[in-house]
């Protein structure tokens, strides 16, 4: 038999088994919309045992309608055929018949470990691995593996060379795929790292860090269902690009329970993109602004008043501005949040005017302290002024408070320069009336910071703030049962505190690599991670050395902008070989639009995915307009921050040099920006 019509014959063999497994699929469908319907019936009997039944009913059928409707395609993507004669069929899901035999191992569960561990070495009882790429339910390629020649009987047929690269090969689409189908054996180890604790995956570009994160956050909820299923997971990432991007990877396998948001959409009601020039937004995610920002709440309100004065029984009581002063700052120094210390500041007053009217006492004013504290604690005055002195406070609007540079000079005393203060101050001078449109990504972190220091606003604020941060779930809604961070090396301290918050009781998979920081100070960070992360006692750590989306071509090409940075082990293998350079020119400055089109449409028409270009942050709005009216929805201008995390098939570099004195890690910006693509990659220099 020839080899295509070997390969037809096996195709054929496991269209068998894949359509029998759709059957089944259809049947378990329709029992489970029979048990859906069923349990709506119940809840209509309405005692407590029938609705509590309903629910659980409930529950489990919409899970498994959810996923039993995930995306079909690579239902059924493995086949192990075992030393004892067992064939094993791997998928996204588990599905037995009606025998309750197993028709479809689910990747997760422990029967299906060794598709991923066995090597040749130790080949775990399995002789044969077999990939199965199916086009919706029709299976188009198998690719095997042998593990084990010497007990594979003389009929195995072993088909293909190697499923991992043709998967690599292949274009990218507009979104990530889930890679359950050639998970290699160093990432499955990541993957199905126990739960507790922190799980650390480092590894280079294109080493498939993300991909596993998110496999691993599959893999936990399914085995960790009573327990995260719950609070749930969270996975943050860099941009909501990024997040777009990724975010069909967990549906596909049918996980719904998992929330994803960018550094910028962490607290509910506020959300940006916007990011903050280099040296103001290492201002802002310095550790310094948590002192900055205590001592900022610690000032009055720009419109507080001076001095409180009233009359009580015929005598003027007056507080000055001193006395006030005095008042506010021992109300602070007992430490806990202002918003909760409405009623002290109010006793704190009252027992001054008294202190005061006892002082003043004589003749026929002879003051009792009860009915004092009582009557003038009742009068409007009193509250007037008490709610313009000691105000319910709002995060943002404390914040704003600060574009004023002498209230944020005198909170910043001896821990911001004076220029450092004129860049913070400038940014929140700039921001626009429409609440929460122009805060910069590293504000949110700021925000969070004092919406903890502050407490929650008193329940029924006289009149609502547009600053109001609603929650959208209702009990400790910003506690998760674990989570996600991608990108991780690019958290500044303030980040690191704000994501520290979401996950006091969590555990942890953080996901980065130390040569892609765009992060100024390393230690200032890890300091910040640790103190977040310090309740952990469990730390292990992956390290993921292959390279899977860059042509070894490409990949030379990117290390050469850190390689006298870092250690050459830091830096990982790329295994794929094109035989195509990338295409790297000089040219006239006045010519770069010019040459940054043409590359463009050149990269449109040689690759078949997506294109990306990616310049410096300061030119990216600049490269957009050269591009305008290039119509084709596979083309994305990006600026070298935005490219974070992404991937493209083809990537024009326009300015490197730009790229790399942008900001004091700019080399690093360099690398990640040459590291995006998996086909072509032009660099356009400016001479
Ligand atoms: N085992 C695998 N099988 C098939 N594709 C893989 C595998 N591992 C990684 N990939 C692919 O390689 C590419 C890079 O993966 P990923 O984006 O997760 O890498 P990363 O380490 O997060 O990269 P970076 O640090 O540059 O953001 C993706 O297209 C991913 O699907």
Redesign the pocket.
Known sequence: MSEASEKQAEIAVEQEHVDRVYARLDELRSEAQAMRDKSYEYGREATPEALNERDVMLHHAIRTLQALNAESEGLVFGRLDTGNGDVVHIGRLGIRDQRFDNLLVDWRAPLAAAFYQATPEHPQDVIRRRVIRCSRETVVDVSDDLLDPDRASSDMRVIGDGA?MA??TRS?GET??N?VA???KE?DEAIRAPESGVTEIT??????????ALHRAAYLLYREQRKLGGPGVLVIGPSPVFMSYISRVLPSMGEHNVELRALGEVLDGISTARIDDPRTAEIKGSSRMVKVLRRALRLPPPEAPESLQLFYRGTVLKLEADELKRIRRTLHNKGGQPNKFRMKAADALLEALWQQAKSLAGGDFQPDRDQLITEIGERIEFHRFLVAWWPALYPMQVLRWLSDPERLARAARRLLAAEEVDLLAKSWASLGDSAGAEWTVADIALIDELRTMIGPPPKRPARPEPDAEQPRRAVNYDEYAHVVI??AQDLSPMQWRMVGRRGRHASWTI?G?PV?SSWPDPAEAATAREQALSAQRTHRTFT?RTN??NSAEIFEHACDAVRDLVDPDDLPTAVRTTGVEPDVREVAADDLAAAAREAALDLLERAEGTIGVITTMSRRDEVRAWLSDVDDSRLRVVGSLDS??M?YDAVAVVDPDGLATESTTGRRALY?AL??A?QFLTVLKPA
């Open positions: 991992l998967a690599l990218r990530m795929r890679i050639t998970i290699q990432q590894g280079g570009p294109g080493t498939g860090k993300t991909a596993v991608d990108e996901v690599d892609q993921l899977y989306r974070k995390g991937e990640v590291s995006r998996t």
